[in-house]
Structure formats: structure tokens, C-alpha cells
């Protein structure tokens, strides 16, 4: 297990506009997820999130409140199935309000070649990590429209910029969402509501320590970064804080990376 970097929450920013605020995470019961569900938390945020991962999801919201945090609202959800994403969009509505925050994490990372890849692989694949974001930005701008404005962030990738060959699938899908950022933020700005992009460096979750971290993988990391220490999903949850709160208010259609000087 790598040494992990200690983060001191009483050091870090507080966002006043983000009290009472609404936010709607994908893939939000462990990761990256996890840390941005209680990153929101407190700050005061009212959270809603999906995740298919049922046991996690439920430990996450039990943790949270015996830590004293608001209980989110959440639903197991495959988001492979857009209808059922965007019914859960609509009865985390119905129980919170119109959502001025969404936030775009799902994704999974499968290794894989493209030799081996068949058509389901592919479809598969872009129904994971491609096509929930659209859908949930659908589902969701016209509440933002009803607010008066809104914050959507989608989480990139820095592993198809650094041309990484273990998941071509993957590195398509997620390349993707800068196309999606830039495509979508002049129609979505006469309404005030904002799109960017936050790209992590490879980040110490639980998924990534167990599957994919080895010793030699390590220094390499170590080696390419130019900042020494490892990233962690608290790192990834400042950036998204900023974006979504007033004082990002003139940030739309950018792309900002968080890896440590990696890339």
C-alpha cells in the first residue's frame, strides 16, 4: 500500500454558494465518487447519486451520517440502461428539487486489447463510459433552465492523452468528453449553465490500488509526475467543487487537469 499524502479538511476552501446547493453524481457509491458525495456533503449540499455497486452505496451513506453528514439520496442504478438513469434523475428530482449541479463520474477502466474487442465489448463499453453523460445532461438542463443557471462537470481521462495502449475502448470513450464539453457549452450558455471538463491523473482509489497499482508501476508514476505525491480522490473533489460553486461563474468549455503535472 502506497503512502498516501494526509489531507486536512479545516485547511481547505468553503464554498458559501454551494450550501443548500443540489447535486446529481454518477458512479457516486465509491471512488472518485465517493470522495466528490462527501466533498459536496460538506459543504452543505444536498446529494443525489447513482451507483451500481448496492453494498458500497449503502456504506458510504451510513458512513456519512455517523460522521454527522446529511444522508444522501441515492438509487442502485445501471447506467448502461438510460431510462432507468433518467427515471432515477426524475424521482431524485421529486424528492430534492431541480438539480443546479450535475456531475458526470461513471466510468470503468476495463484492461482489455483491441484484438480482442467484439462489437459487444465495444457497445458495451460506450454504454458505461460514453453514453450516460449526454443523457444525464438531458435529463437534468431543464431544471437547471427553471433555476436560472447550473454547473454540469464531466470527468475525462488523462490515459488516452498520454496514449496509454491497455484499453482502447476506454481511452475512445473518454477522449470523447472534451467533444462533449465543447459541443454542448455554447448551447447551454444563454441559459447560464456552465460545462467543463476535469481530467484526473491516475488516482489512488480503492479500484486502482487492488487492480492495476504495482511497485514498478509506482515509480514510474512517481518519476512522471513533477508534484511527488500520489493523487487521491480528495484532490479530484476540490477541483469540482470550484467549478460547480459562483466562483467559477465565467468558467464554461475547459478542459482542467488535476494529475500532478503528469500529463
Not at 437534468?140 to 481521462?157: D, E
Request: aromatic letters at 6%.
Amino acid at each position: 500500500m502506497p503512502e498516501l499524502r494526509p489531507i486536512a479538511a479545516e485547511r481547505l476552501a468553503s464554498y458559501p454558494s454551494l450550501k443548500g446547493q443540489r447535486v446529481f453524481i454518477t458512479g457516486g457509491g465509491s471512488g472518485i465518487g465517493a470522495s466528490l458525495v462527501q466533498a459536496f456533503a460538506r459543504q452543505g449540499a444536498h446529494v443525489a447519486f447513482v451507483d451500481i455497486a448496492e453494498a458500497a452505496s449503502r456504506q458510504l451513506a451510513d458512513d456519512m451520517v455517523a460522521a454527522g453528514l446529511p444522508p444522501p439520496w441515492w438509487e442502485r442504478c445501471d447506467v448502461r440502461d438510460i431510462a432507468a438513469l433518467q427515471g432515477a434523475i426524475r424521482r431524485a428530482s421529486d424528492a430534492l428539487g431541480d438539480f443546479g449541479v450535475l456531475v458526470n463520474n461513471v466510468a470503468r477502466d476495463d484492461r482489455h486489447t483491441m484484438d480482442s474487442v467484439t462489437l459487444a465489448d465495444w457497445d458495451e463499453r460506450m454504454a458505461v463510459n460514453q453514453r450516460p453523460a449526454f443523457f444525464a445532461i438531458q435529463a437534468l438542463v431543464p431544471g437547471m433552465r427553471r433555476l436560472g443557471g447550473g454547473s454540469i462537470v464531466n470527468l475525462g481521462s488523462s490515459g488516452w492523452q498520454l496514449k496509454e495502449p491497455g484499453y482502447p475502448c476506454y481511452a475512445i470513450a473518454k477522449s470523447s468528453v472534451n467533444g462533449l464539453t465543447r459541443g454542448l457549452a455554447a448551447a447551454l450558455g444563454p441559459d447560464r449553465i456552465r460545462i467543463n471538463t476535469v481530467t484526473p491523473g491516475w488516482v489512488m482509489t480503492e479500484r486502482q490500488l487492488t487492480l492495476n497499482l504495482t511497485d514498478e508501476s509506482e515509480r514510474a508514476l512517481r518519476a512522471a509526475q513533477c508534484l511527488p505525491d500520489l493523487l487521491q480522490g480528495e484532490d479530484i473533489a476540490r477541483m469540482v467543487l470550484f467549478l460547480a460553486s459562483d466562483d467559477a461563474a465565467m468558467c464554461s468549455a475547459q478542459e482542467f487537469k488535476v494529475d500532478a503535472g503528469w500529463i
